[in-house]
């Protein structure tokens, strides 16, 4: 099976977008962490993750069908394809079944909501409460490309409480933020 390695290097070659990049890395973190909370693998949830907006850059007509081929090909387990087919069945047509499906669904567009909320604070994610990024999905203008239907969907998929999962995603973005330049001090320097 293809490694974190691979994966990276795969992702520094297909996507050219920083933004897109640190989203990736943004749900990568959130279903590694969720992976732990779940008693799942990390490194198969975490591939899952950063690879499910593979070739939303370059082929968004037929995103994700166009990644999910080339990662078939080269080795990519079953379970994660099947989860970066599920996080978009309204095109694929594949729904999420699995817990790894589900979660991937859960953690798409919520991470990139979290992630917009940290660069409009001042202490970025350090102090970043459900409460906040609650009043900002409710904000339909803030990060209008975040699809609250999504967001709303994914939380009765996984079937917990909305700020339960807040903090979920939270939590996972945390452990990465200098990764992810989501701290203040990040952003300043």
Known sequence: MPDRSDALALLESWVDNEALRLHMRSVEAAMRH????????????GLAGLLHDLDWE?????????????????GYPEEV????????????????VTELDKVLYACDELAGLV????????????????????????????????NRDDVAHGIELIGLERNEHIQNVIDGMRAEAETLRIRAVDRAG
Request: hydrophobic letters at 40%; proline letters at 9%.
């Open 81 to 96: 394809c099947h989860a970066i087919l599920a996080h978009r069945p309204d095109y694929t047509g594949v729904d999420p």
């Open 34 to 45: 969720y992976a732990a909370l779940r008693g799942a693998d990390p490194e198969v949830w």
């Open 115 to 146: 992630y917009a909320c940290c660069l409009v604070r001042p202490n970025g994610i350090d102090d970043l409460k459900p409460k906040s990024v609650a009043k900002k999905l409710k904000d339909r203008a803030f990060a209008a490309g975040v």
């Open 58 to 74: 370059k082929h968004p007509d037929t995103h994700p069908v166009t990644a999910v081929d080339h990662l078939r090909e080269a």
